[in-house]
Structures are given as C-alpha cells and as structure tokens.
C-alpha cells in the first residue's frame, strides 16, 4: 500500500489520496496516514463524512500551496490553526456531532472537544460552529 501511494505521488505530486479500508486502524494505514496528503476513511463512513474527507483534502492542497508568509509579516491563515483542528471544524461545518468527528478521524471524543475549544481560542469565537464559519471566512476550511 506505501508503494502504491509513493508510486502515486512520484507522478503526480500534488495529488491528494483517501483511502478507503475496511480496518482503518491497522498499522499499515495509520503510517500512511501521517504523510500530509493522505487521508483514511472507514468503508461504513456516511456520504457526509467521506465529502468532509476530500474536503480536508483539497483544503490541504491550497493550504500548502498558500502558507506563505505574507507581506506584513503576520502568520498565514494556514498556520493559524493545526491541520487536525481545520479538519474538525470543517466536519462541524458539515453539521457532524462530535461522536460523528471522532469517529471519522478515529479521535476520542474528548480530543474532539480539545481541538475545538482550541481553534475557538485562537479564532475568538463564541463556540464550535461560530469557530467554524470564523474559519470558512478566513479560507482555512
């Protein structure tokens, strides 16, 4: 499976890649998981989920090709927020509960809860779904 993904990614670089197992948490997914532009799916994931996934994926692709600095000096939009919390706030932007969240990153709810409460931190927002629109407008979802 590595050597497909390598394969994949030797001729188009740029390429974003979900997978979809049976078995998501196998240790052969989740060392593919950690490169930047692969993301894991359960193959029971709800229509809602797997759109939040290639979301997270395209939104990874600007995220790289816009993180640079820009010319005031300030820190990009995409280095406001960890990937894991564009992603949760993304899947909230969806309307997923965060048993739903959890369950699509394989992240125990409480995790879900902290990556929340700490892009609403940084986004001074009211709570989860103003963070989320807070996000969407700035672009980093």
Known sequence: MLETVHE???????????????QPGQVALVKVQESEMVSVISRGARLNQLIGTIRSMQARQQGLRGSERPADGSRPVADLLSQRERDVLRSTATGASVKEIAREFYLAPGTVRNLTS????????????????????????
């Open 8 to 22: 994949v990614r030797s001729h188009v670089p740029h390429c974003g890649i979900t997978l979809i197992a049976e």
């Open 118 to 141: 700490s892009a609403i931190k940084k986004l001074q927002a009211r709570n989860r779904y103003d963070a989320a629109r807070i996000a969407e407008e700035l672009g980093s979802i």
